[in-house]
C-alpha cells in the first residue's frame, strides 16, 4: 500500500469525483466485471458512466476486455457502482493499486462486493462456460494490498478471513441459480496467481492437491481490499477453459473473453437477481 496518507487522499479524491459526475454517493453493492464481462452493465437502469481516465486517482486498464470505465446506476432498490475491467499485478500495479476501485465503492457507501472472473477449469468435472461460485481462495501471488503502513480510517491492522466470501450472499445466489442458470451453481476455491504466463501442467497438479477447483491472475486483492474496509463479498467465476494439463490444449486469452463474452448474458441475469433479493438498505443480507 502506498504511504496512507496520501493513499486515503487519493480515494477520497476518487470518491468525490464519482459523487459529483455519477451521483455515486449512497452506493450500497459494487460490482467488478472480469474479462469479457463489460456488457453486464448494459442491465442497469439510470445508468451514468465515466472512464477511468478521467477521474482522478483511477489507474488505469491496458489488458484486452477490460475497457476501463465506472457505470452507476440501479438494480431494484440498490444504488450499484460497476467496475467494467480491473487492474492487475502483473501490468505492474501493486497489490493495493489493485483494490484501489475497492476502496472507492466503499468510501461512497458499498457493503457489498461482487466479484466476477474468467478462469481455468482444474476441476476436470468442471465444463467451459459454466458459472461457478467462489467459496475461498488461495492467495499465491506473493503480495498483499495490506503490506506497509495501515491506516485505521480505512481498516485495522489484522484482518479474519474465515468467511471471505459470505455464505449468506452465496445461499442467495444459489437459491436464485436453479431458475437463471437451470443449473445447480457449483461452489470452489480459487487460486490466485500472479501472472500473466498461464500455469504449467505441474502448477495445475500442484493447485489441485492444495483443494483449489478454478485459478485466474486477478479477484484476490481485492477481496482482501473488501474484506478490510468491511464489505461482505460474493465471487462469481466462468470457467473460460480447461486448466493446462487438464485436456490436451493450448491457452490463449482471446479464447477466455470468447468464453466470457458467450456467458455474459448468463451471469448478468445470475447478479442482479442476486442484488435485488439483498435486502434494503446495507445492500448485505
Do not use: W
Not at 8 to 20: F, K, T
Not at 66 to 78: D, K, L, Q
Not at 104 to 133: F, K, W, Y
Amino acid at each position: 500500500m502506498r504511504p496512507s496518507n496520501t493513499f486515503v487522499d487519493r480515494v477520497r479524491a476518487g470518491a468525490a469525483a464519482l459523487s459529483e459526475r455519477l451521483d455515486a454517493d449512497g452506493t450500497d453493492v459494487a460490482l467488478i466485471l472480469g474479462s469479457g464481462l463489460s456488457t453486464i452493465a448494459d442491465g442497469m437502469q439510470d445508468a451514468r458512466q465515466a472512464t477511468y481516465a478521467t477521474l482522478p486517482e483511477f489507474p488505469r486498464t491496458t489488458v484486452a476486455g477490460h475497457p476501463g470505465r465506472v457505470v452507476v446506476g440501479r438494480v431494484g432498490a440498490h444504488k450499484v457502482l460497476i467496475l467494467c475491467g480491473r487492474v492487475h499485478g502483473y501490468e505492474g500495479y501493486d497489490a493495493g493499486e489493485v483494490g484501489f476501485g475497492v476502496r472507492v465503492a466503499a468510501a461512497l457507501g458499498a457493503r457489498t462486493l461482487i466479484v466476477t472472473n474468467a478462469s481455468g477449469g482444474i476441476d476436470p468435472g468442471m465444463h467451459p462456460g459454466e458459472i461457478v461460485a467462489i467459496s475461498d481462495h488461495l492467495n499465491l501471488t506473493g503480495a498483499s494490498p495490506l503490506s506497509g503502513p495501515n491506516d485505521e480510517r480505512i481498516g485495522p491492522r489484522f484482518v479474519d478471513m474465515t468467511a471471505a466470501y459470505a455464505p449468506a450472499l452465496r445461499d442467495i445466489a444459489g437459491a436464485a441459480a436453479g431458475e437463471i442458470l437451470g443449473y445447480p451453481l457449483r461452489a470452489a476455491v480459487y487460486a490466485g496467481m500472479a501472472g500473466p504466463s498461464y500455469e504449467t501442467p505441474a502448477e495445475v497438479r500442484m493447485l489441485r492437491a492444495l483443494g483449489a477447483g478454478l485459478v485466474g491472475m486477478s479477484t484476490v486483492h481485492e477481496v482482501i481490499t473488501a474484506r478490510h474496509a468491511g464489505m461482505a463479498v460474493l465471487g462469481f467465476s466462468i470457467v473460460a477453459n480447461h486448466a493446462a494439463g487438464v485436456v490436451d490444449q493450448a491457452l490463449r486469452h482471446e479464447d477466455v473473453t470468447r468464453a466470457a463474452n458467450a456467458a455474459a448474458d448468463a451471469l448478468g441475469r445470475l447478479v442482479f437477481e442476486v442484488i435485488r433479493r439483498l435486502p434494503v438498505g446495507r445492500g448485505e443480507p
